[in-house]
T-cell receptor, first 113, second 110 residues
Framework: SAVISQKPSRDICQRGTSLTIQCQVDSQVTMMFWYRQQPGQSLTLIAT?????????ESGFVIDKFPISRPNLTFSTLTVSNMSPEDSSIYLC??????????FGSGTRLTVV | QKEVEQNSGPLSVPEGAIASLNCTYSDRGSQSFFWYRQYSGKSPELIMFIYSNGDKEDGRFTAQLNKASQYVSLLIRDSQPSDSATYLCAVNRYGNKLVFGAGTILRVKS
């Protein structure tokens, strides 16, 4: 399966600011996914990031709040904009490879104060 | 109705016993089903996936799929304290997206 490097691993941010999370994959992948895991909850898909096109957002998530970039087949970023305490979560990127392997990055634990 | 449903637990089993984790899904068109294990503070790690009716075994783990009943389960034989974690069931839907259940907390008592 693919190896994903995600950073930062954690951050504490002031409300109203933005944080950009990076995911680097060790192989070229077509689809990358961004998930949110709120405290004590399961994973919720934020958006799908495909290279060369705009990200596709799930219901309840909008581009202005969670802009995503996908400049090439090994890299993506998720920005959490204008943060509030409700954005405190773990954010995870994920990729799917041809052998149906869905692999997750190590996650970014975000605390907004 | 949630797309993927799991009993949140916690499920407590003694060491050496069989742990049985269950999951139901609502979309009959779902084709692939995944079980992930997540330790506290860590990201999910894939245990196994299944897409054909019946059983699939991998070491101490067996996944069972019944598409007619829209039911998938995970059996863990000879449970160990190190198996204590949250187990997430996920279903692949259109666009290769994974939809996750809420997870079942498993506690293996030594």
């Amino acid at each position: 399966s693919a190896v994903i490097s995600q950073k930062p691993s954690r951050d504490i941010c002031q409300r109203g600011t933005s944080l950009t999370i990076q995911c680097q994959v060790d192989s070229q992948v077509t689809m990358m996914f961004w998930y949110r895991q709120q405290p004590g909850q399961s994973l919720t898909l934020i958006a799908t990031a495909n290279q060369g096109s705009e990200a596709t957002y799930e219901s309840g998530f909008v581009i202005d709040k969670f802009p995503i970039s996908r400049p090439n087949l090994t890299f993506s970023t998720l920005t959490v904009s204008n943060m509030s305490p409700e954005d405190s979560s773990i954010y995870l990127c994920s990729v799917v490879t041809a052998d149906y392997g869905y692999t997750f990055g190590s996650g970014t634990r975000l605390t907004v104060v | 109705q949630k797309e993927v449903e799991q009993n949140s637990g916690p499920l407590s089993v003694p060491e050496g016993a069989i742990a049985s984790l269950n999951c139901t899904y609502s979309d009959r068109g779902s084709q692939s089903f995944f079980w992930y294990r997540q330790y506290s503070g860590k990201s999910p790690e894939l245990i196994m996936f299944i897409y054909s009716n019946g059983d699939k075994e991998d070491g101490r783990f067996t996944a069972q799929l019944n598409k007619a009943s829209q039911y998938v389960s995970l059996l863990i034989r000879d449970s160990q304290p190190s198996d204590s974690a949250t187990y997430l069931c996920a279903v692949n839907r259109y666009g290769n997206k994974l939809v996750f259940g809420a997870g079942t907390i498993l506690r293996v008592k030594s």
